[in-house]
């Protein structure tokens, strides 16, 4: 169990759900009138995100690992490193598509219509950075639909601020995602890895994550707006660009020591930050 988990960084789940669980709770009370979807919908969402991520990290991990073999960073993951097989890693992909589609299937039937557009993009990334330095944006769309899912799980159709949710985590992921791709700058280019940093070097990749993640708190505050937001949820989206601004306070294109606490530690309190704030702003808004 403990290999399957390391092979699909489970502990990085703590980035996309809590944006599913905001966009379920925003649009719960907009639905509704109460902060609560219910059990229901909560665990369906749940089941979910987990089995889509689970199926991308698979996914991406056995397509890429010729790459990560060659990758001294990387050779020790576990399907170049031996210890998941491609076929078992590939069946690992497709019991979690399953358990996907059936999660959707127990939601609406939006959730469930959208399902093959989503299987596209979670299976899709590895193969853009074969062609692309935008692959970073492909990833930023694929995680961003987390935040509207979680939204369009309780009300069965898109709104304003499910897009605006959507691209608040598009732009995140974005700059996260430059962020660790720095740690494999020189590798990339004498493989023909394509990436921000591969292109524009590491200095101007993350002026690239900077402005990204200054995008990134321009839309928090815009989805305060489009959902009616009370001070709770703006004082959280404070401290999340606090995180932002520190995350990028630490990080040095000549010493890439840090990129780890900025790329893991910062963005886990981050979503977690994101969590919270809605949790109070709906419960507040719900009570009063």
Not at 60 to 83: C, L, M, Q, Y
Not at 125 to 154: E, M, N, S
């Amino acid at each position: 169990m403990k290999t399957y988990l390391d092979l699909v960084k489970f502990e990085h789940t703590v980035f996309a759900l809590p944006f599913a669980y905001a966009g379920m709770l925003l649009a719960s009370l907009q639905h509704s009138g109460t902060g609560w979807p219910g059990w229901g919908v909560l665990v369906w969402v749940t089941v979910a995100m987990a089995a889509a991520r689970t199926a991308a990290m698979g996914a991406n991990r056995v397509i890429d690992r010729f790459i990560d073999a060659r990758n001294p960073r990387t050779a020790g993951r576990e399907v170049p490193s031996g210890k998941v097989s491609p076929a078992q890693a590939w069946t690992l992909v497709i019991v979690s598509l399953i358990v996907m589609a059936f999660a959707a299937a127990q939601l609406n039937p939006l959730c469930l219509a959208l399902l093959p557009l989503a299987v596209v993009f979670l299976i899709g990334y590895p193969y853009t950075k074969r062609f692309t330095w935008l692959c970073h944006a492909w990833l930023g769309v694929t995680d961003g639909a987390a935040a509207a899912g979680g939204w369009i799980a309780v009300t069965g159709e898109f709104a304003p601020p499910a897009w605006a949710l959507w691209a608040v985590v598009i732009f995140w992921m974005i700059g996260l995602d430059v962020i660790y791709a720095t740690m494999d700058r020189e590798f990339d280019v004498q493989n023909g890895v394509r990436s921000i940093p591969a292109r524009f070097g590491i200095a101007r990749a993350l002026r690239i994550a900077a402005a990204s993640h200054a995008l990134t708190f321009a839309l928090l505050l815009l989805v305060g707006v489009l959902a009616g937001a009370s001070f709770w949820y703006y004082l959280a989206a404070l401290a999340m660009g606090g995180i932002l601004l520190f995350e990028h306070r630490i990080l040095n294109p000549n010493d890439l020591a840090k990129v780890n606490v900025a790329f893991f530690d910062a963005n886990m309190w981050l979503a977690l930050t994101m969590l919270a704030g809605v949790i109070v702003d709906v419960t507040w808004r719900t009570l009063t």
